[in-house]
């Protein structure tokens, strides 16, 4: 079993709607949660850190709950310059924050 | 600020040839550099951990003797894939991390892309 799954997509969603996005993850250790953002043949790019109270930045909006080790990012209005893949990542406990990535779930936004 | 390159950004090279991969810190120093793979529609991967001036951190599974890496420095780690076979075609990305003043976010590469023919 993976350590992070996600469900790889694509969502083809229309401009303006909302989409949202789970991961879970294995390791119960597990310390810090991201959302990166990748865009084709490019790096990964932090989006936002996920916390256990939920955290908001404009238009998305990411939630933990650590008793079902479960992830969620939600994106409301999307543009069509959301269109990319989203990566779950965990980092894993010992060590120095090693991280751990999920295949990614892609979103294409279409006018 | 946290900006890393890579160089090269894509290479072709022929079977049983090495390949060296470089990955600097241009703003910061780098106390930390990690080399990540991926391969098509798959996660990254994390390869190994480098800190300057000790050997390199291998994961399970990852060849240290076919992925050699250097951190001589603070702002540079190369990774050199020897011997490469069409099976180590991927993308190779770096990234690097302070530890400090940028806490223990790490700020990735632009990537390298190595196709072995």
């Known amino acids: 079993r993976k350590e992070v799954e996600q469900d790889p997509g694509p969502f083809n969603v229309p401009e303006g709607a909302t989409v949202a996005f789970n991961c879970t993850y294995s390791?119960?250790?597990?310390?810090?949660f991201f959302w990166y953002r990748q865009d084709c043949r490019k790096e990964p790019k932090l989006l936002m850190s996920?916390?256990?109270s939920g955290n908001e930045d404009g238009r998305f909006t990411a939630q933990l709950n650590r008793a079902s080790q479960y992830i969620s990012l939600l994106i409301r209005d999307s543009k069509l310059s959301d269109s990319a893949t989203y990566l779950c990542?965990?980092?894993?406990?010992?060590?120095?924050?090693?991280?751990?990535f999920g295949a990614g779930t892609r979103l294409a936004v279409h006018p | 600020g946290a900006v890393v390159s890579q160089h090269p950004s894509w290479v072709i090279c022929k079977s049983g040839t090495s390949v060296k991969i470089e990955c600097r810190s241009l703003?910061?120093?780098?106390?930390?550099m990690f080399w990540y793979r991926q391969f098509p529609k798959q996660s990254l991967m994390l390869m190994a951990t480098?800190?300057?001036?000790?050997?390199?951190?291998?994961e399970q599974g990852v060849e240290k003797d076919k992925f050699l890496i250097n951190h001589a420095s603070l702002t540079l780690s190369t990774l050199t894939v020897t011997s490469a076979h069409p099976e180590d075609s991927s993308f190779y990305i770096c990234?690097?991390?302070?530890?400090?003043?940028?806490?223990?976010?790490?700020?990735f590469g632009p990537g390298t892309r190595l196709t072995v023919l």
């Open positions: 703003d910061f120093q780098a106390t930390t």
């Open positions: 480098s800190n300057e001036g000790s050997k390199a951190t291998y």
């Open positions: 390791n119960s250790a597990s310390q810090s």
């Open positions: 996920v916390y256990s």
């Open positions: 990234s690097a991390a302070s530890g400090t003043r940028l806490g223990n976010e790490q700020f």
């Open positions: 990542v965990v980092t894993r406990s010992g060590g120095y924050n090693k991280l751990i």
